[in-house]
């Protein structure tokens, strides 16, 4: 049987994870990107939480199925996944948000203020109830990237062209997936944008053991642990393909929530902020279009941890095996 030629262009999290499951399955893979880092696109601001079932809150249950089989995914191929569960709190006039989040989720418990302190003694006596999604985890999203990058060029021989701007139509291989995001809008037209902004902070006067969702009538917070006393507090939702920096007014409705979460964040070092848009279809809903020998994987919106590993080893089963994946194929 000889051997398949791949190329990818993207190195996001959907680029990164199709070279590993076509890699694993024997293909000869090039991977292609503009920057000359790699995961340098919407996958560099992602919070990283592999929170599937939270995101049913909202989410539709193709969301579930893939974020189960990815969290597998994270769990056997990175070393550095959290396995401490996610936790949702609300402040006490907003305990209602509370109850409308429980009851379109599941696999959580109910935790009184003593559980709330004993899982995060930083956040003791300051919530009287909350949601545990002990089955949850998260990760650094950019050390998955770097991970990933390394152990596809050093161990699974996938070849990085990097620093060049590619035009998928334009590659000589068996395939092509194209994986470029939101960039890929001028082949995919009912793709838009859905602008999400973020902060790094630091503080060693707080330490989280998982991420928190604090709920919030006008901007929902997450604040997710990283090394060194980093958090990332995220993210906006905002129907919008402008990629330019933070607003003001963002800024502000982040800090807020940070600090109505712990008043110690007050005190926060701002380490970095972030924008980008997140590639999103109208029912926000990931996808596989076939497009001659090309592929294009899209529409991660905000489930690119959650999705790609899963919607990638479909892709790769198209491509080496033949099959066909109808929820996805549309
Ligand atoms: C603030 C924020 C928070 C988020 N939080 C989470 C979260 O907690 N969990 C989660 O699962 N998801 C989260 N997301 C969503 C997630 O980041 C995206 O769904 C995901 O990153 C999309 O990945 P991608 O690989 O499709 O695109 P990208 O990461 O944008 O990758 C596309 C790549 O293609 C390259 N490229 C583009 N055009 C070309 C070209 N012509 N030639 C060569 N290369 C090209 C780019 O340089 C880039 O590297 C968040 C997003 C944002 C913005």
Known sequence: MTTKDIAIVGSGVMGLTAAHQLALRGARVTLYDRNRDVGRGCSWWAGG???????????????????????????E?????????????????????????????????????????????????RFETGLFFEKEAHLDPRKALGFLSERLQKDLGVRFVMEGDVRPEALDADHVLDCRGFEARDVLPDLRGVK???????????????????????????????????????????????????????????????????PSFGEAEIIETGTDVRPAFPD??????????ILRLNGLYRHGYLGAPALT??????????????????
Not at 100 to 117: L, P, Q, Y
Not at 284 to 293: H, T, V
Request: glycine letters at 6%.
């Open 196 to 262: 999400g902004e973020m902060l790094i902070v630091r503080t060693s006067e707080i330490s989280f053991a998982r991420p928190i969702r604090l709920l919030h009538p006008r901007i929902p917070v997450y604040i997710v642990p990283r090394d060194d006393h980093h958090f990332m507090v995220g993210a906006t939702m905002i129907e919008s393909s402008d990629q330019s920096r933070i607003s003001a007014r963002s800024m502000v409705e982040l800090l807020n929530a940070a600090y109505a979460l712990h």
């Open 77 to 125: 191929h990175f070393p550095h996944v959290i396995n401490k569960g996610s936790l949702v709190v609300a402040p006490p006039r907003d305990t209602p948000d509370l109850k409308r989040f429980a009851a379109r989720t599941s696999h959580f418990e109910v935790i009184d203020g003593k559980r709330v302190a004993a899982l995060e003694p930083d956040l003791a006596g």
């Open 49 to 75: 939480m592999l929170a599937l079932w939270c995101e049913m809150e909202s989410a539709e249950p193709l969301i579930g199925e893939l974020g189960l089989e990815s969290l597998s995914y994270w769990r």
């Open 284 to 293: 926000n809903l990931p996808r596989i279009r076939r497009d001659g020998k």
């Open 313 to 330: 080893r479909r892709a790769a089963e198209i491509v080496m095996e033949g099959k066909t994946f109808p929820e996805v194929e549309r």
